[in-house]
């Protein structure tokens, strides 16, 4: 089985990789998109003091 | 000749990819000055060609986001071999930025909040992200999770720091111009930045501080000319570089520390502390526990973009 991976995905905000699985006859047999980051912002905004929400949460993203 | 530059980012949010692309037709500039080889948000560069360039091949690399996980560490490790100068771009490869924020838990404590505890998580098989697993019957891989988030300069030699969340555009320009002119300073140097703190670039009139409690902003409105901290606004200023046109305090928000320490600050929140402490009013300890009392969430406040690169780091484990 040959494995082709495209990584990272690009022109988008944020990191991705695609693996893609060929059989003998090179045909695809499967293809996962994999999302390989995580920073936690769920966990780490508990219990910040409501007025400064906001410019914490602009920091998930940039884009 | 035409510089050879790589952009990267490791745990970061994109917005210091798109302060450079924020210096607009300047960006036309950039183009003339030097050549991209890698801009995963911007351009198609694969790793694998990354790989294949001999070490040293690029001039210089602007690393933005902090080291979260395995491939972020895998890539600056590659990068710094394929760079001449490494850069750590922004307040999160600087200092660990919002994300370090982090570092107040450990790897489980996020990783079950996140996959399994959160409100709008559905997983009732319990699904939680492995480094390797098999998939209808295909290995696949992930990156390592860290228990702590780690700065830049903590997992490679770096070369030069443009600081920020977000550096500010022109400041970006500038620093490139620094290189493309072959004037950069000495090894370590920040750079895209001024050298002094925000107080001395800060419009607001300063006079004597004898703060005798602490205000979150909704309690109380601040008047427009008087420096924030005076009034009793915790404010950054103090502890912080200057450089960023004071974007904050313009728009009547105190700073609250994306340009880092200044030169010969191993610490900017401890250096807040201290800064705080010498404007206090009282001078009793328990009026001075008192006060203190009045400081909403101190750690996230003094130490918002530095967790990852103060002393304290992170969470006992």
């Not at chain 2, 008087?226 to 502890?239: N, R, V």
């Not at chain 2, 705080?276 to 008192?290: G, Q, R």
Request: proline residues 5%; charged residues 25%; hydrophobic residues 40%.
């Amino acid at each position: 089985m040959k494995r082709i991976a495209i990584d990272p995905i690009s022109r988008l905000e944020g990191h991705g990789k695609i693996t893609i699985f060929l059989n003998e006859e090179g045909a695809v047999e499967n293809a996962y998109l994999q999302i390989p980051e995580l920073r936690g912002f769920e966990k780490f905004v508990e219990g910040l003091p409501v007025e400064e929400i906001p410019r914490v949460v602009t920091r998930i993203c940039g884009v | 000749m035409k510089l050879k530059i790589g952009i990267y980012w490791g745990a970061a949010c994109g917005g210091c990819d798109v302060a450079i692309l924020d210096t607009h037709e300047k960006l036309l500039e950039i183009a003339d000055m030097a050549d991209i080889y890698l801009w995963p948000i911007a351009m198609d560069f694969k790793y694998s060609d990354v790989r294949a360039m001999k070490d040293g091949y690029l001039d210089a690399v602007l690393f933005s986001g902090g080291v979260r996980n395995s491939e972020n560490e895998e890539i600056a490790k590659l990068l710094r071999r394929k760079a001449k100068a490494m850069i750590a771009l922004g307040a999160c490869a600087q200092l660990g930025g919002v994300p370090g924020l982090a570092n107040m838990y450990t790897r489980e404590e996020v990783l079950r909040r996140v996959y399994l505890e959160s409100e709008s998580t559905t997983n009732e098989k319990g699904i939680m992200p492995l480094e390797s697993s098999k998939e209808d019957g295909f290995d696949l891989e992930l990156p390592r999770l860290y228990n702590t988030v780690k700065t830049l300069n903590q997992v490679v030699d770096v070369d030069y720091t443009i600081p920020g969340c977000p550096p500010a555009s022109l400041q970006i320009y500038s620093a490139l111009g620094l290189i493309a002119d072959d004037m950069l300073p000495k090894k370590g140097s920040v750079i895209g930045a001024g050298d002094r703190a925000l107080c001395d670039e800060c419009a607001r009139k300063k006079g004597e501080k004898t703060i005798t409690r602490i205000y979150r902003t909704h309690e109380k409105l601040p008047d427009a000319e008087t420096c924030f901290l005076e009034q009793g606004f915790i404010c950054l200023g103090p502890a912080t570089r200057s450089g960023c046109g004071s974007r904050c305090i313009k728009s009547w928000t105190p700073c609250r520390g994306c340009y880092g320490p200044l030169d010969d600050v191993s610490d900017q929140g401890i250096k807040m502390v201290s800064a705080l402490a010498s404007v206090m009013e009282p001078k009793e300890e328990k009026d001075i526990n008192a006060l203190l009392d009045t400081v909403v969430d101190p750690l996230r406040t003094f130490h918002r973009f530095s967790l990852a690169s103060s002393i304290l780091r992170r969470k006992k484990a």
